[in-house]
Each structure stands twice: as structure tokens, then as C-alpha cells.
């Protein structure tokens, strides 16, 4: 089992940049991949990234394949959103999230074993 606790939302302008950070508890974290999720007021949950236990791998949704990138260090049992070029349409909540490595990777919401509690992220026009 993993908890997850996400950091690092915040307000920026337009165009600004955020990090967030998602801290994992337990020994086993390479042993699950992690992505992001956000979530807008009145909207559903959507993908945003993905990265595999090992870190070779990353997906990236359309609408922030360039701006944002996603990593991690399994060393400090960590995962990473650098988020730059900001815009009024990413604010949401965002939120990390875990899912077995023998499981595959996956955009589905659904298909992820745990959850952070969310980060808001709200950027200004």
C-alpha cells in the first residue's frame, strides 16, 4: 500500500510556472506507475501525465504535451510536475495517483489503486 500526498499548488499569473511534488510513504514506490490528474470546476477528472516505475517511459495529454513534464526519483520516493507556459484553462485541482507496474501504464482514471488528497493550481489571466 502507498500514500500519497501532493504539494506545491498555488496562484500564478498567465504564462508563470509551477512545480508540484507528490511524496510518497512505503518501500515498495518503484514498484507503481505514477500519473497526474486535474480536476476543473464542473468538469470531470482527466489525465494529464504518466510515468513509468522505471522512468523511462512518460505520456502526456495533448493539452500539455510541451509545457509540462512529468518525473520522478525513486530514491527519495517522489514524483514531479514541472508545469511552465501556463494558462487560465489549467487551473483545476490536481492530484497524483499509483497503479501497480504489473499493471501497465494508463490514462484511465479509474485503473489507479491510490489517490492524493489534490493540490489547488489556479492561474490568473
Known amino acids: 500500500q502507498v500514500q500519497l500526498v501532493e504539494s506545491g499548488g498555488g496562484l500564478v499569473q498567465a504564462g508563470g510556472s509551477l512545480r508540484l511534488l507528490c511524496a510518497a510513504s512505503g518501500r515498495t514506490f518503484s514498484t507503481y506507475n505514477m500519473g497526474w490528474f486535474r480536476q476543473a470546476p464542473g468538469k470531470e477528472r482527466e489525465f494529464v501525465a504518466v510515468?513509468?516505475?522505471?522512468?523511462?517511459?512518460?505520456y502526456y495529454a495533448d493539452s500539455v504535451k510541451g509545457r509540462f513534464t512529468i518525473s520522478r526519483d525513486n530514491a527519495k520516493n517522489t514524483v514531479d510536475l514541472q508545469m511552465n507556459s501556463l494558462k487560465p484553462e489549467d487551473t483545476a485541482v490536481y492530484y497524483c495517483?499509483?497503479?501497480?507496474?504489473?499493471?501497465?501504464?494508463?490514462?484511465?482514471?479509474?485503473?489507479?489503486?491510490?489517490w492524493g488528497q489534490g493540490t489547488q493550481v489556479t492561474i490568473s489571466s
Open positions: 510515468i513509468s516505475w522505471s522512468g523511462d517511459n512518460t
Open positions: 495517483a499509483a497503479r501497480s507496474r504489473n499493471s501497465g501504464i494508463t490514462y484511465n482514471e479509474r485503473a489507479y489503486d491510490y
